[in-house]
């Protein structure tokens, strides 16, 4: 198999790159004044937030007028920029940029154009050096080191192993990542919600990267969601600061999560796990703002009836601060990106807003919260009504949440595949098998196995008696809330994943629901650690606290010891959508060698979008349709068609991993035009379709030859004249069926004659 490692590697440094400049290059000095004096988790939470909340709308909006495309994403972003620089100014940046200019068209006009900016150049990047070196995070650097080192090495490890296999295989993961794709591509056509009004988040962020770094959309969807998996590390890594005392539980907490993560779809670029950044975002704004003591605004003369309806006085800048604005932005964000994503926010919301539920039920907590989240999900659900009011359909798959309501089970938009296809061959269709799966494929035993899952109901139990016991102390009393809401939110995300089991609505699949669950279970190991650390802590001396900073990074370790130790570390991701890279390969040697458009690819649909733009692309299953007398006869105007054919099927419903054989090339494919005709026929496709390549050698051995060809993969080219084109429905299966009926008559004679000796010797 081929792998070219140092391609994928560039590829992916490409991707983490333009995602970086995408998220904080640009925000950070776009908001340079206002992030100034901020500490560097706010920062970080702006950053990501803004710009997605920023990138996401602008491209509703494009789309929603149908001026969607790359130059108007460049132009949009430069004056939307522009204003807020002017903003932040005091009109004085723009002053110095005119000012600049003169004197650059002076120089130019005295012939010292070179010298004067190769001077201000040297000028610039000195006083950049005194900036730089004046930086606060220099004296921040040297006090952590060790914990920011810990936090880079984990980044980097998750990484390492989230991109492992697509590094080896160069595969999507899910065979839903081309549905995904498609409706990016459709936004590069200038066409909004090309399959229908769907939480958009994702694929908005996507389009940016491509529109401005022009990278293969491809190759973007394969890195991406390995990109934002670390980003929500991070929100995770944030979110236990807030809550725990001793100073390296944090990154015991993520070093959990990274060592023991076993749900690939946080490996894939898919719009749930895309979007739990924000849900992670949404649980640390609430908690911070939970977490500030707000004194209750009380306007003198007021009765005590009138004070108590009283909300307008809530609502101003001195309660929806810049924390709850970003706190309206998660709640606008999880919906963007997904509607599973909005129900993990709910959950984390109710058990946080249960567990703090004293303090949430005063005014100065309960009304800013209130605000904040109906804005967030206004500001969210408005472009869809708009969308929805243009005339434009939900999508599909959007049928989930009216199957909720009624209580039914979503299949999906392809479920009904294999009843087609079974009524199609006069089969009575696959069993139902909907009550094989329980409550026991998720109860957490799904993510990490019986004892693993001991230790974390363990863990709930003495982390609730440590916040109850918090509870009692009102220093303590956040965090006791804190630890309350994490066992709650687990709690239901128990009930949620067992809920078929217990006659409950399955609101989400138990294995969605473990993607969840999986990002908190750190949190819930370390509850009972972290209240020890906490109790221990009482002694305010300098050096004892040294001491016990010194054991917390030792906790570190022993976590990781045992989770290698207990069997718990995790396998590398599969990658479900079985892609050789073969036709990656392939592609990027015909694109270098073949002018645009001079040549047509004849393959399954995993090469359609890498294809589309620089040349034709044919489906592998519709051809073979015409060929076997299917369909109408078709040609290809192209002067060059190349074909592409697995020798060793990478993956058949009924038959798993086969080699291309004349019994599957005899079988009946049922043409359903479907992507699915991959899945659940793929043997009986590439057979035949091996086997017809075979007899065109015989045919046509000047026109058509292997291009390419190894253990496991063929590519042919043919190369026509387009005035004349070949025609390609040939009859290449009688000879094969000759041979079969003569190996099935051999064996028959083989068997008489025994039978016979059998007779004699008797």
């Given at each position: 198999?081929?792998?070219?490692?140092?391609?994928?590697?560039?590829?992916?440094?490409?991707?983490?790159?333009?995602?970086?400049?995408?998220?904080?290059?640009?925000?950070?000095?776009?908001?340079?004044?206002?992030?100034?004096?901020?500490?560097?988790?706010?920062?970080?939470?702006?950053?990501i937030?803004?710009?997605?909340?920023?990138?996401?709308?602008?491209?509703?909006?494009?789309?929603?007028?149908?001026?969607?495309?790359?130059?108007?994403?460049?132009?949009?972003?430069?004056?939307?920029?522009?204003?807020?620089?002017?903003?932040?100014?005091?009109?004085?940046?723009?002053?110095?940029?005119?000012?600049?200019?003169?004197?650059?068209?002076?120089?130019?006009?005295?012939?010292?154009?070179?010298?004067?900016?190769?001077?201000?150049?040297?000028?610039?990047?000195?006083?950049?050096?005194?900036?730089?070196?004046?930086?606060?995070?220099?004296?921040?650097?040297?006090?952590?080191?060790?914990?920011?080192?810990?936090?880079?090495?984990?980044?980097?490890?998750?990484?390492?192993?989230?991109?492992?296999?697509?590094?080896?295989?160069?595969?999507?993961?899910?065979?839903?990542?081309?549905?995904?794709?498609?409706?990016?591509?459709?936004?590069?056509?200038?066409?909004?919600f090309?399959?229908?009004?769907?939480?958009?988040?994702?694929?908005?962020?996507?389009?940016?990267?491509?529109?401005?770094?022009?990278?293969?959309?491809?190759?973007?969807?394969?890195y991406?969601?390995?990109?934002?998996?670390?980003?929500?590390?991070?929100?995770?890594?944030?979110?236990?600061?807030?809550?725990?005392?001793?100073?390296?539980?944090?990154?015991?907490?993520?070093?959990?999560?990274?060592?023991?993560?076993?749900?690939?779809?946080y490996?894939?670029?898919?719009?749930?796990?895309?979007?739990?950044?924000?849900?992670?975002?949404?649980?640390?704004?609430?908690?911070?703002y939970?977490?500030?003591?707000?004194?209750?605004?009380?306007?003198?003369?007021?009765?005590?009836?009138?004070?108590?309806?009283?909300?307008?006085?809530?609502?101003?800048?001195?309660?929806?601060?810049?924390?709850?604005?970003?706190?309206?932005?998660?709640?606008?964000?999880?919906?963007?990106?997904?509607?599973?994503?909005?129900?993990?926010?709910?959950?984390?919301?109710?058990?946080?807003?249960?567990?703090?539920?004293?303090?949430?039920?005063?005014?100065?907590?309960?009304?800013?919260?209130?605000?904040?989240?109906?804005?967030?999900?206004?500001?969210?659900?408005?472009?869809?009504?708009?969308c929805?009011?243009?005339?434009?359909?939900?999508?599909?798959?959007?049928?989930?949440?009216?199957?909720v309501?009624?209580?039914?089970?979503?299949?999906?938009?392809?479920?009904?595949?294999?009843?087609?296809?079974?009524?199609?061959?006069?089969?009575?269709?696959?069993?139902?098998?909907?009550?094989?799966d329980?409550?026991?494929?998720?109860?957490?035993?799904?993510?990490?196995?019986?004892s693993?899952?001991?230790?974390?109901?363990i863990?709930?139990?003495?982390?609730?008696?440590?916040?109850?016991?918090?509870?009692?102390?009102?220093?303590?009393?956040?965090?006791?809330?804190?630890?309350?809401?994490?066992i709650?939110?687990?709690?239901?995300?128990?009930?949620?994943?067992?809920?078929?089991?217990?006659?409950?609505?399955?609101?989400?699949?138990?294995?969605?629901?473990?993607?969840?669950?999986?990002?908190?279970?750190?949190?819930?190991?370390?509850?009972?650690?972290?209240?020890?650390f906490?109790?221990m802590g009482?002694?305010?001396?300098?050096?004892?606290?040294?001491?016990?900073?010194f054991?917390?990074?030792?906790?570190?370790?022993?976590?990781?010891?045992?989770?290698?130790?207990?069997?718990?570390?995790?396998?590398?991701?599969?990658?479900?959508?079985?892609?050789?890279?073969?036709?990656?390969y392939?592609?990027?040697?015909?694109?270098?060698?073949?002018?645009?458009?001079?040549?047509?690819?004849?393959?399954?649909?995993?090469?359609?979008?890498?294809?589309?733009?620089?040349?034709?692309?044919?489906q592998?299953?519709?051809?073979?349709?015409?060929?076997?007398?299917?369909?109408?006869?078709?040609?290809?105007?192209?002067?060059?068609?190349?074909?592409?054919?697995?020798?060793?099927?990478?993956?058949?419903?009924?038959?798993?991993?086969?080699?291309?054989?004349?019994k599957?090339?005899?079988?009946?494919?049922?043409?359903?035009?479907?992507?699915?005709?991959?899945?659940?026929?793929?043997?009986?496709?590439?057979?035949?379709?091996?086997?017809?390549?075979?007899k065109?050698?015989?045919?046509?051995?000047?026109?058509?030859?292997?291009?390419?060809?190894?253990?496991?993969?063929?590519?042919?080219i043919?190369?026509?004249?387009?005035?004349?084109?070949?025609?390609?429905q040939?009859?290449?299966?009688?000879?094969?069926?000759?041979?079969?009926?003569?190996?099935?008559?051999?064996?028959?004679?083989?068997?008489?004659?025994?039978?016979?000796?059998?007779?004699?010797?008797?």
């Amino acid at each position: 198999m081929i792998v070219d490692t140092s391609a994928y590697i560039i590829s992916l440094i490409m991707v983490l790159l333009a995602c970086l400049i995408r998220d904080f290059l640009i925000p950070l000095l776009v908001w340079n004044r206002h992030l100034r004096n901020r500490d560097y988790s706010y920062r970080f939470w702006f950053c990501i937030i803004t710009q997605a909340s920023l990138q996401i709308n602008l491209v509703l909006l494009l789309g929603f007028f149908n001026i969607c495309n790359p130059v108007t994403i460049i132009i949009s972003n430069v004056l939307i920029y522009g204003l807020i620089i002017w903003n932040y100014s005091d009109k004085k940046f723009f002053h110095l940029c005119m000012e600049m200019g003169r004197n650059l068209w002076k120089a130019y006009k005295e012939k010292r154009f070179l010298r004067y900016l190769m001077n201000s150049i040297k000028q610039w990047l000195k006083k950049l050096m005194i900036r730089i070196r004046h930086w606060n995070i220099w004296p921040y650097i040297r006090r952590n080191w060790i914990e920011i080192a810990l936090l880079l090495g984990l980044i980097f490890y998750n990484i390492w192993f989230l991109t492992y296999n697509v590094l080896s295989y160069h595969s999507y993961q899910f065979s839903d990542i081309p549905v995904h794709q498609s409706w990016i591509y459709g936004l590069e056509q200038g066409t909004l919600f090309s399959d229908g009004i769907y939480p958009f988040g994702m694929h908005a962020m996507i389009y940016f990267i491509r529109s401005i770094f022009r990278l293969d959309l491809r190759e973007i969807l394969l890195y991406a969601g390995a990109y934002q998996t670390v980003i929500m590390v991070i929100g995770l890594y944030l979110l236990a600061r807030q809550i725990f005392k001793a100073k390296y539980s944090p990154i015991a907490v993520i070093l959990i999560f990274s060592f023991m993560l076993n749900q690939g779809r946080y490996g894939a670029s898919l719009p749930q796990e895309f979007g739990m950044y924000v849900a992670v975002g949404t649980a640390y704004f609430m908690i911070r703002y939970l977490h500030k003591d707000r004194k209750k605004f009380i306007i003198e003369g007021d009765s005590r009836l009138r004070s108590l309806f009283r909300i307008n006085t809530y609502i101003n800048r001195r309660y929806i601060d810049s924390e709850a604005i970003l706190l309206m932005l998660s709640v606008t964000l999880v919906i963007a990106y997904h509607f599973y994503t909005a129900i993990a926010a709910i959950f984390l919301v109710v058990s946080i807003g249960l567990a703090y539920i004293p303090r949430v039920l005063k005014k100065q907590y309960f009304i800013p919260l209130m605000f904040s989240g109906l804005m967030g999900a206004i500001i969210a659900l408005l472009p869809m009504a708009a969308c929805l009011a243009k005339g434009i359909p939900f999508q599909e798959s959007m049928a989930w949440a009216t199957s909720v309501i009624a209580g039914e089970e979503w299949h999906g938009s392809d479920a009904d595949y294999q009843d087609i296809l079974a009524k199609a061959q006069g089969n009575n269709g696959p069993e139902d098998e909907a009550n094989t799966d329980s409550s026991y494929n998720f109860g957490m035993l799904a993510m990490f196995g019986a004892s693993a899952t001991w230790l974390m109901f363990i863990s709930m139990a003495m982390g609730l008696i440590g916040g109850f016991i918090m509870l009692l102390v009102k220093k303590y009393r956040v965090y006791g809330n804190a630890y309350i809401a994490l066992i709650l939110n687990m709690t239901i995300l128990c009930i949620i994943g067992g809920a078929r089991e217990l006659g409950l609505v399955e609101l989400i699949a138990a294995a969605r629901a473990s993607t969840f669950a999986e990002p908190f279970i750190g949190f819930i190991y370390i509850l009972p650690v972290d209240f020890i650390f906490r109790v221990m802590g009482l002694w305010k001396n300098r050096y004892y606290q040294s001491f016990l900073n010194f054991m917390s990074l030792i906790l570190c370790g022993l976590a990781a010891f045992f989770i290698i130790e207990m069997g718990w570390y995790h396998n590398y991701f599969d990658v479900n959508l079985a892609y050789y890279n073969e036709p990656d390969y392939l592609l990027r040697n015909i694109r270098k060698n073949y002018d645009d458009f001079t040549y047509t690819i004849v393959s399954p649909t995993e090469e359609y979008y890498t294809v589309i733009d620089y040349g034709y692309h044919t489906q592998l299953s519709e051809f073979m349709n015409m060929v076997n007398g299917g369909q109408e006869e078709f040609t290809f105007p192209t002067k060059y068609v190349f074909f592409f054919i697995e020798k060793l099927v990478l993956q058949d419903y009924a038959y798993g991993q086969v080699r291309v054989d004349p019994k599957y090339a005899v079988m009946d494919f049922i043409y359903l035009n479907n992507s699915q005709d991959y899945y659940f026929q793929r043997a009986i496709i590439e057979s035949q379709a091996y086997y017809w390549a075979q007899k065109m050698l015989q045919i046509y051995p000047y026109s058509f030859k292997v291009y390419y060809e190894d253990d496991i993969y063929v590519a042919y080219i043919l190369e026509q004249n387009t005035y004349s084109p070949y025609s390609l429905q040939i009859d290449y299966l009688s000879e094969i069926k000759d041979e079969i009926n003569n190996d099935i008559n051999g064996d028959i004679s083989m068997i008489s004659m025994g039978f016979s000796a059998c007779i004699n010797t008797r």
